[in-house]
C-alpha cells in the first residue's frame, strides 16, 4: 500500500493551493481517510476525513468554510482543496487511512496506512 501526496508549496496569505494524495495497493472507497497536518511544536490535527462507501466528510473548525476534501474513487486519489490560505496553516500535510476497513471517522489516532506527507507554507 502507498499513499503519495503531493502539490504543496509555498504561497501568500489569502493563496490558494490542490494537495492530491495517490493511494495504491487499497481500495479508497473501502476505507476512511484523512488529511492531518503537523505543524513543529503544535500537535498533530485532523483537519478532514471522509467515511468509507458514501460517508459523510467532516472538517476541523480552524478550516471550516476554506478547505474542502474530495474522493476520486475511480482514480484511487483523494484531494483537499484549500482556500484562503492563512499563516498558521503552515504545516506539514499528509494523508491517512482512519480505523479499520470500512470504518467511519471515529478512530482518527488509528492510522494503519500513511504518506510522507507534502509541505505547505503560508507567507503573511
Known amino acids: 500500500v502507498q499513499l503519495v501526496e503531493s502539490g504543496g508549496g509555498l504561497v501568500q496569505a489569502g493563496g490558494s493551493l490542490r494537495l492530491s494524495c495517490s493511494i495504491s495497493?487499497?481500495?479508497?472507497?473501502?476505507?476512511?481517510i484523512a488529511w492531518f497536518r503537523q505543524a513543529p511544536g503544535k500537535e498533530r490535527e485532523g483537519v478532514s476525513c471522509?467515511?468509507?462507501?458514501?460517508?459523510?466528510?467532516n472538517y476541523a473548525d480552524s478550516v471550516k468554510g476554506r478547505f474542502t476534501m474530495s474522493r476520486d474513487d475511480a482514480k484511487d486519489t483523494l484531494y483537499l482543496q484549500m482556500e484562503n490560505l492563512k499563516p498558521e496553516d503552515t504545516a506539514l500535510y499528509y494523508c491517512?487511512?482512519?480505523?479499520?476497513?470500512?470504518?467511519?471517522?471515529?478512530?482518527?489516532?488509528?492510522?494503519?496506512?500513511r504518506g510522507q506527507g507534502t509541505q505547505v507554507t503560508v507567507s503573511s
Open positions: 491517512a487511512t482512519v480505523g479499520s476497513l470500512g470504518s467511519s471517522c471515529k478512530n482518527m489516532d488509528t492510522n494503519i496506512f
Open positions: 471522509v467515511g468509507s462507501g458514501p460517508g459523510m466528510t
Open positions: 495497493g487499497l481500495t479508497l472507497n473501502y476505507w476512511a
